[in-house]
Antibody, heavy 118, light 108 residues
Framework: EVQLVQSGAEVKKPGESLKISCKGS????????IGWVRQMPGKGLEWMGI????????RYSPSFQGQVTISADKSISTAYLQWSSLKASDTAMYYC???????????WGQGTLVTVSS | EIVMTQSPATLSVSPGERATLSCRAS??????LAWYQQKPGQAPRLLIY???TRATGIPARFSGSGSGTEFTLTISSLQSEDFAVYYC??????????FGQGTKVEIK
């Protein structure tokens, strides 16, 4: 069974750094792109970027380029989304999602809630 | 960036009625259009891809149509579990995929 399991909720202060994770199982982790999606409170879905764990090829949406870093460690089948200096506006639910072989997204993680508040 | 515009923002429908949701792309996305359903507190779920192909396990009451810039999701007879927010997504412009802002289907 394919699963994407994300790390738990985080509460951080502005200016702090953060790295959240998404662990894939039940499939060949290096063979499928993993993307990240932001959902701010009460708002819609925003595509952030995507990584191919096989070779770490990473692409970003222009709105998120330079704001976050997407990475992956294929030895432990885990993708990451990180911030070097959080802002209150980074408060959101973040989902990881697998690009399917024929579908844009076929599996989603359960989401990680990030709260940034002083 | 391709902008996806969904209408209406909110759709009030009685159970058993038909719901028609629209999605428009700012430029052609061919048939590379997907629809997702999201319920409160849950991750989105893929309903339709390729504009009209139902994903695995999706009931036949959900259907998609359109190509180019105009797309429609139809729910033929709304069930209680269908009240949710629906998003369209274009995946024609790799890797700059974009979502619409969503349509909330609520009970009338």
């Amino acid at each position: 069974e394919v699963q994407l399991v994300q790390s738990g909720a985080e509460v951080k202060k502005p200016g702090e750094s953060l790295k959240i994770s998404c662990k894939g199982s039940g499939y060949s982790f290096t063979s499928y792109w993993i993307g990240w999606v932001r959902q701010m409170p009460g708002k819609g879905l925003e595509w952030m970027g995507i990584i191919y764990p096989g070779d770490s090829d990473t692409r970003y949406s222009p709105s998120f380029q330079g704001q976050v870093t997407i990475s992956a460690d294929k030895s432990i089948s885990t993708a990451y989304l990180q911030w070097s200096s959080l802002k209150a506006s980074d408060t959101a639910m973040y989902y990881c999602a697998r690009r399917g072989p024929v579908t844009p997204i076929d599996y989603w993680g359960q989401g990680t809630l990030v709260t940034v508040s002083s | 960036e391709i902008v996806m515009t969904q209408s209406p923002a909110t759709l009030s429908v009685s159970p058993g009625e038909r719901a028609t949701l629209s999605c428009r792309a700012s430029q052609s996305v061919s048939s590379n259009l997907a629809w997702y359903q999201q319920k409160p507190g849950q991750a989105p779920r893929l309903l339709i891809y390729g504009a009209s192909t139902r994903a695995t396990g999706i009931p036949a009451r959900f259907s998609g149509s359109g190509s180019g810039t105009e797309f429609t999701l139809t729910i033929s007879s709304l069930q209680s579990e269908d009240f949710a927010v629906y998003y369209c997504q274009q995946y024609n412009n790799w890797p700059l995929w974009t979502f619409g802002q969503g349509t909330k289907v609520e009970i009338k």
